[in-house]
């Protein structure tokens, strides 16, 4: 088409066609506010719960209200909801980076015959948009006039470069990236010119679409479900203990202290001032079993743990935007993976090596046999280039700038370590696509050269012999070479031909000058290498119950060969489909087909979005990679999207967590931690709510022994720092063991309390305090203490146990094992911490005095204390061994 005959729109054209399409403005999503999130936060199960334990404490218990756990409980509170909103505000964060990606604020349009600059937000479809080298596309269209090689890596995440020409006439409707004519808003155009026909603009461009995509709320993560599910579970301990205590307590006071006499227990029940003290004492006690029922420390003890671990994850090149994508990770289900850059290394290395009659060569250093063809070889990658030899940002000695295929070949003569021909360029023809080829024309030991490199096609039918591995020309059979090209391109490699002739001046002649007597040096073949690690952890993942798929946009039969030598397609799972086989699939069909997918090859830019819903209707927890802006809606809708480290910043904001160094790898280790994290959340349960069973049981069941107050507030104190905050710490830095990622994934709403918790909760629980009651009313152990008229030592002694026991169980709750130091000093802090608080506590039995209710007890004395608290040990090792006869080798 002339660009002069087009005259593009009027005045009045534009007006109708911005009310019947609207403006080319990405529409904001009114969002929540940062204080509103804040409040609806708030309403968390688990902060719920804690909420009403701060306002008992506060309101009902005001004169003996403990204020530092008070304090504690707020912190708790404050803390949870702060990290929660935090975390929420990452797609506001990804859709103000979309905006600012989708191009320069001007653009050029033709209308009414002359080309005018407005506004983008401006452009109306109709508009004639006209675009050269450097500049982004502002609205997507039809290229009308000209010829791009557009960059479309920012939409699609695949890196080489797409060429685009005019639409012709019988050309079938394609609007996908893979077009050859439909241009895209956001994309770079790398060189040439053109003008595009605006047919979307504003939220009907794909890049609209993904803008409406990625400000739509997610779904709960795995590890809130679950927390509500506990919450839950809590509320109705906490009420059936409470319960349980209160008719206790006024059984206690009406029936056994009125020995059982009727008209005894008559008169207190018609005494209304000795009934109503003795029912809000009945309602304090219910409400105390509920409060020591909640583990306040829980919300903070999540921060720590997953704080720990973030931190420890930036070292394996893993980094966490956020917080509850780590537990998520370690819930995943099935991984939806990109091929490049993830699976391969992202880039087009030189493969293998052909010459004309067949003979292979499996890299260029083997190539070094053919002498004559390795020379030629060599000569051709630095002088027949768009790249040039320089020095990196990382100081080494690399092909620099130019298209892929020229940087990949002179990146592979670097890397021989073979000197650099010294050689005068004098003339060369550029790539060009309608040419398909590039020449250079070269003064190399005396001689002119000229070197060319293109598209076999263009080449093999002008050349009339190849180079054999002994140095000699021989007579080409095109049946042979064509044959070989074929077969590597079924095999989905890109093959590129080099030859050589002799020395004519390329601007002055024509083709087929140039073609006259071509020699054929090679056939080299160019792939995006797999990864070394790939397939280690592509098994890695499988062994820990992950279904692995790629998606990629190469062809059915590439796709299946690379998922094969990677591990991915296998039995059980061996299932492969394109995008427009996908497309044409109802959902159903695919919810039945996704346990056996393994690859989506030619994929359309909404299949991750589509694959990654339809999973979480089938109640898998979906991770998804992606490194482009079309990949952001899937990683923004997935459970947990991982964005490459070299992707697009709205990629990296719309997902969990950022992939550093882009290696499949470093996910495997992202879902170690994350199942470390959910196992230390379940070790600290387990320890809080047996320490917070033993300290109920106690605390209800001493009255009737006798002690009416066998733990005191300030002793309390100190159980509860031991509890929330030093427990939280210690358990915050578990290592990540290899074990865990022989274990199948935990299902998105299988709840903390799992059978062998409760177990471990009940039973260990349950021996504390009768070991407490033991200590305090069996004979055989009070007289190992001196008496006392307010049995002072043996009530130090019993707080010494107390503690003692709380460490002790620490231990006991810390692994699953029988062994039960196994992997303690991978946890340092955990022994340090331990240490401390016993040595702290032996302090406290010397020098607590008044405040902590103790007095120095004699070595004998703090001995026997220490070695009933030690039973603990065999009593936690014998339940191990009876749940493992009973039911299986199961844990946390």
Avoid at 257 to 281: M, N, P, R
Avoid at 464 to 486: F, H, M, N, P, Q
Avoid at 564 to 570: L, M, P, Q, S
Avoid at 718 to 724: A, F, Q, S, T
């Amino acid at each position: 088409m002339c660009t002069s005959t087009i005259v593009g729109l009027s005045e009045s054209e534009v007006a109708a066609s911005r009310k019947t399409h609207g403006t080319n403005i990405m529409s904001d999503v009114k969002r929540k506010s940062f204080m509103r999130k804040f409040l609806e936060n708030l309403g968390d199960p688990v902060v719920r719960i804690l909420i009403g334990a701060l306002i008992i404490n506060v309101i009902f218990m005001f004169k003996r209200a403990n204020w530092v756990e008070t304090a504690g409980i707020a912190v708790s509170i404050l803390l949870a909801t702060l990290i929660s909103t935090i975390s929420e505000q990452g797609s506001q964060a990804a859709f103000e980076r979309l905006k600012r990606e989708g191009g320069q604020s001007l653009c050029r349009v033709i209308r009414s015959g002359e080309t005018v600059e407005i506004d983008v937000g401006d452009v109306v479809v109709g508009d004639m948009l006209t675009v050269s080298a450097g500049e982004q596309i502002s609205a997507d269209g039809v290229l009308i006039s000209g010829k791009l090689i557009l960059d479309q890596a920012a939409m699609t995440g695949e890196s080489r470069e797409i060429k685009k020409r005019p639409r012709a006439e019988g050309d079938k409707e394609d609007m996908t990236p893979a077009s050859q004519y439909f241009c895209l808003r956001g994309c770079t155009v790398i060189s040439g010119s053109g003008i595009i026909e605006v047919t979307r603009v504003g939220d009907s461009t794909m890049l609209g679409g993904i803008s409406r995509e990625i400000q739509t709320d997610t779904r709960s993560s795995p590890l809130k479900i679950r927390l509500e599910k506990l919450a839950r579970q809590i509320s109705v301990l906490g009420y059936i203990l409470a319960l349980a205590v209160a008719l206790a307590y006024l059984f206690n006071i009406f029936v056994i202290d009125s020995a059982f006499d009727v008209d005894i227990i008559k008169y207190k029940l018609t005494s209304l001032s000795y009934l109503f003290s003795h029912l809000f004492h009945a309602l304090t006690l219910a409400l105390t079993v509920v409060i020591c029922a909640v583990p306040e420390g829980l919300p903070m003890m999540i921060a720590v743990v997953l704080s720990s671990n973030i931190k420890r994850m930036i070292k394996d090149k893993v980094l966490v935007r956020k917080p509850v994508g780590i537990e998520a990770a370690g819930s995943m289900n099935i991984l939806f993976t990109d091929k490049t850059g993830t699976l391969t290394e992202g880039k087009l290395s030189v493969g293998e090596i052909y010459l004309a009659d067949g003979e292979r060569f499996g890299s260029l250093s083997a190539f070094r046999e053919c002498e004559r063809g390795y020379s030629a070889y060599l000569l051709g990658a630095f002088a027949n280039s768009s790249s040039v030899a320089g020095r990196s940002s990382r100081g080494a000695r690399d092909a620099l700038g130019g298209n892929s295929t020229d940087r990949a070949i002179m990146q592979s003569a670097i890397r021989s370590g073979t000197r650099q021909p010294r050689f005068e360029l004098i003339d060369r023809l550029e790539f060009d696509s309608s040419r398909k080829y590039s020449a250079a024309l070269v003064e190399y030991e005396g001689k002119r050269r000229l070197l060319i490199k293109g598209a076999p096609e263009r080449i093999i039918k002008n050349a009339s012999g190849y180079i054999g591995s002994d140095g000699r020309v021989r007579a080409l059979d095109r049946k042979t070479i064509e044959d070989i090209c074929s077969r590597l391109t079924r095999e989905g490699k890109r093959v590129v031909a080099i030859a050589e002739g002799d020395g004519a001046n390329l601007s002055s002649c024509s083709d087929s000058r140039i073609f006259e007597d071509l020699t054929l040096i090679c056939l080299v073949t160019l792939e995006d290498r797999i990864r070394d690690e790939a397939r280690g952890a592509v098994e890695r993942l499988t062994r820990a119950g992950i279904g692995v798929v790629m998606i990629t946009g190469d062809n059915k039969e590439t796709a299946m060969s690379i998922a094969e030598r990677c591990g991915i397609r296998r039995r059980g799972r061996d299932a492969v489909v394109t995008g427009e086989e996908l497309a044409l699939m109802s959902d159903s069909e695919v919810r039945g087909l996704i346990p056996r997918l393994s690859v989506v090859a030619r994929a359309l830019p909404n299949d991750k979005s589509r694959l990654v819903r339809l999973s979480q209707e089938l109640n898998l927890v979906v991770g998804m990679t992606g490194d482009g802006i079309n990949d952001a809606p899937a990683l923004k809708r997935a459970d947990v999207g991982f964005s490459m480290g070299s992707g697009t910043q709205v990629a990296k904001d719309a997902g969990d967590i950022i992939i550093i160094d882009n290696n499949l790898a470093s996910i495997c280790r992202a879902v170690l931690y994350g199942r470390t994290v959910f196992k230390s959340i379940r070790k600290f349960i387990s320890l809080q709510l047996i320490m917070n069973l033993s300290a109920v049981g106690v605390s209800v069941i001493g009255p009737f022994l006798g002690f009416d107050s066998p733990v005191t507030v300030v002793q309390m104190l100190w159980i509860n720092i031991i509890m929330d905050t030093l427990g939280g710490l210690a358990f915050a830095g578990e290592a990540p063991l290899e074990s865990y990622m022989q274990e199948k994934p935990k299902r998105r709403d299988e709840p903390i309390l799992n059978w062998y918790m409760i177990n471990e909760i009940l039973l260990s629980g349950a021996f504390t305090v009768a070991l407490c009651i033991a200590f305090l009313k069996l004979p055989e152990l009070t007289c190992n203490f001196r008496a006392a008229s307010d049995n002072i030592y043996l009530l130090t002694g019993f707080f010494a146990l107390f503690i003692f026991a709380s460490v002790f169980n620490c231990f006991n709750a810390r692994t699953d094992r029988l062994k039960l130091f196994s992997g303690i000093t991978k946890n340092k802090a955990f022994i340090f911490i331990m240490a401390a608080v016993l040595a702290i506590q032996i302090l406290f039995v010397y020098l607590g005095g008044a405040v902590l209710r103790t007095s120095p007890l004699t070595l004998r004395e703090l001995l026997v204390t220490a070695a009933v608290a030690l039973l603990v040990f065999p009593a936690e090792l014998l339940r191990k061994l009876l749940f493992r006869l009973l039911f299986g080798k199961r844990g946390y």
